[in-house]
């Protein structure tokens, strides 16, 4: 215990005299990487391999339908955990956890960072409208380890006036220089991995002007809109004239390889 006050006490000491440029006015100016990692993106866990249950025959003979409501947890490998079927019919119940267990997600990730989720699968079954063809619809809530519900991400916002909005795969075949962007090394440790949306604006010129994150983990953010502003394209036409437009891009983050590049 002593030593810890003894360390508590230089640290306040130290505290006191590194706090007496600041009161001069010589702050240092804010780190906006820092600010962002107070953020947190979370990306939904997004299903990958879904097994649609078989029919029970006492189900069709007797043309059970309707809901099954199970809860379950997404693990950071994207298998299903802790599996609970909530209600429905019980002849359907079989089916539905058979089915459902063997599925496989890309899991949720917070700041690109595979992460458990908590989530409710409701599985109608349908016999069709000639009680021969089996349909499975699914709807499916998640929840983060804070509680809140996670939501896809908010719609694009509208393009300036004047600007044409373009198809982001369009503006791909007119890329004439690209740049990778720099991963973060502290990032590599955690694993971290995720895809950055961009709204980039490009000039008429084919120079990329504004350049604004939309969505992904904050700890990429920086670094993407860094490589894009440095892309060239070929100028864009209309009717034959060049335009200034707007297109959406994705800049993918995964750890680099043994040989150091970005995979």
Known sequence: MKTIYSLCVAVCVLGIAGAWPSAQGQDSPPNPSAANMTKQFVAPAR?????????????????????????????????????????????????????????RYEPARVEGVASAVDTTITLNFSMGETLKQSLFDLTQTQTGADGIQLAAPAPMPAPPAGVTRVSGRVMAGQLEKKVDPVYPADAIAADARGDVVLLATIAKTGEVGDVQAVSGPYRFRDAAVAAVKQWRYRPYEVDGAVVEVQATISVNFAPPTAGGTIR
């Open 47 to 103: 299903l990958i391999k879904r097994i649609d249950p078989i029919y029970p025959l006492e189900a069709r003979q007797r043309v059970v339908q309707g809901p099954v409501v199970m809860k379950a947890t997404i693990a950071v490998d994207g298998s299903v955990k802790n599996f609970k079927i909530i209600n429905g019919d019980p002849i359907l119940r079989n089916a539905a956890r058979d089915a459902v267990t063997q599925w």
